[in-house]
C-alpha cells in the first residue's frame, strides 16, 4: 500500500506562502516508509515536479518514492489522478484540490494549512486532521505581511507524526480540525468535531 501526497512547490510566491517547510516535508516522508512501512507516492502539477523529486531523494528513502505529475484540470490528468488516489490508503500535504478528491473518495487526510482562506476549505473527511497555527491576521488571501507565513510553518512535526499513526494504526475516528496557538497548545474554542 501506499499514501499519496502533495507537498510540491513552484518556488513561487503563492506556492511558498503554502509551504509547511522542506525539512518537514522530508522527515514525514521518511517516517511513513521507516516506521508505518508504506511507500509514498507524491503528485502535483508538472511545475512542482523539480520540487517533488528533491523531495524524494532527500528523504535518503527513494527507492519507495514515487513521483507522479501531470496536468490536473486536464480529463487524462484529472483520471490519473482519481485512479492513483483510490489505490491509495490515505492523502497527506497540503491544502489542494487532490486533498478535496482523496476526501470525496474516503481516504484518510492530513492536510497542513495556512491561514489564507483557514478555516473555509478543510477536508470533509472521517479520519482527518486539518491544522494551522492561528495568527489575528488569518484569513489573510495569501498575503503575508510577516517575514514568513507563521500560520503553516509553526505547525509542530509531531503533531503531524501522532497523526499518521493514529490513521495508520486505525485508531483514528474523528474529523479534526485544529488551531494551535503560537506557543504550541489547543487555541481555547479551536477544535471542531464531525459528528
Known amino acids: 500500500g501506499f499514501w499519496i501526497g502533495c507537498m510540491g512547490n513552484t518556488d513561487d510566491y503563492y506556492s511558498d506562502v503554502r509551504e509547511w517547510g522542506r525539512e518537514h516535508w522530508t522527515d514525514t516522508i521518511r517516517h511513513l516508509v521507516r516506521v508505518v512501512k508504506v511507500g509514498v507516492l507524491l503528485t502535483g502539477s508538472d511545475a512542482e515536479r523539480p520540487s517533488l523529486e528533491r523531495l524524494r531523494l532527500r528523504s535518503g528513502v527513494d527507492e519507495d518514492v514515487c513521483v507522479i505529475t501531470g496536468q490536473i484540470g486536464t480529463e487524462d490528468g484529472t483520471s490519473q489522478l482519481l485512479g492513483l488516489t483510490t489505490l491509495a490508503r490515505a492523502y497527506i500535504g497540503r491544502d489542494t484540490g487532490p ?97
Do not use: Y
Not at 495556512?114 to 495568527?135: D, E
Not at 509542530?156 to 479534526?176: E, M, V, W, Y
Open 99 to 195: 486533498m478535496h478528491l482523496a476526501a470525496a473518495l474516503g481516504k484518510p487526510v492530513i492536510a497542513v494549512f495556512g491561514g489564507g482562506t483557514w478555516p473555509r476549505f478543510t477536508p470533509m473527511a472521517t479520519p482527518s486532521l486539518a491544522i494551522t497555527v492561528a495568527m489575528p491576521c488569518a484569513p489573510c488571501g495569501w498575503f503575508c505581511h510577516l517575514p514568513e507565513p507563521l500560520c503553516i510553518r509553526m505547525v509542530p512535526p509531531a503533531r503531524i507524526l501522532q497523526a499518521i499513526t493514529a490513521i495508520a494504526d486505525g485508531s483514528a475516528r474523528r474529523r479534526l480540525v485544529e488551531a494551535l496557538n503560537p506557543e504550541g497548545g489547543l487555541r481555547e474554542g479551536s477544535v471542531w468535531e464531525a459528528l
